[in-house]
């Protein structure tokens, strides 16, 4: 049986699993360069953010995945940098010195929230992860699932997300099932081309 549920911020040997889960199913991304420290600092800042939440899905209570969100991404940000600037700059630090040009890409990460202000109001799902051992249990669309109940659609135009536009046909595949329309392709700085999807629930 899988549950799904929120994490609390206090639940640390909870939220390194997580971040273990990120570390293996996210090899060779950006914020798994920036390591476990960084990693176990941003989630728990989703925590404790207001409108910000971490879900797992458990299985015999063991994690097996999970889902990071926010309703104010920018206000996300924000909490980060006055509650774990200290910690996110140490981590920060350690990744400078391993690749010195993480430090601009560190900058423009938090520079984001700023750049995607729009005037309706709406849900950033920014990350989901299940387990790689796990197979065709479907828990990432449990996850998803959860997260559209707890939505107000009254209160939220839509979610959203952004994901490779290039060789990522699973992911893909992935959201188009669980009911996200592609609303547009970008590139970013870096020459990255991506998709955003939203899904649109009933109010």
Not at 11 to 33: M, Q, R
Not at 142 to 167: G, H, M, P, R, S
Not at 183 to 189: K, L, Q, S
């Amino acid at each position: 049986m899988i549950a799904i549920r929120e994490v609390k911020s206090e639940e640390k040997e909870l939220i390194n699993d997580i971040v273990s889960i990120h570390l293996n199913t996210f090899t060779g991304f950006f914020l798994t360069f920036m390591g476990r420290g960084f990693l176990n600092q941003m989630y728990r800042s989703y925590c404790d953010h207001d409108e910000s939440g971490l879900l797992v899905a458990e299985e015999n209570g063991k994690a097996i995945g999970f889902l990071a969100y926010s309703g104010n991404f920018s206000g996300l940000y924000k909490y980060m940098i006055k509650t774990r600037l200290i910690p996110f700059g140490w981590y920060s630090v350690g990744a400078f010195f391993r690749r010195p040009s993480a430090f601009m890409h560190i900058i423009k990460a938090f520079l984001k929230p700023s750049e995607v202000k729009r005037e309706e109001k709406y849900v950033e799902l920014s990350s989901i992860g299940v387990d790689p051992t796990i197979k065709s249990k479907g828990v990432g669309s449990l996850l998803i699932d959860e997260l559209k109940k707890i939505v107000d659609f009254n209160k939220f135009a839509y979610i959203t997300l952004e994901t490779d536009a290039v060789n990522n046909d699973g992911a893909i595949h992935f959201y188009k099932k669980n009911g996200f329309v592609r609303e547009r392709m970008y590139e970013t700085d870096e020459g990255r081309k991506m998709y955003e999807y939203r899904f649109v629930g009933e109010k």
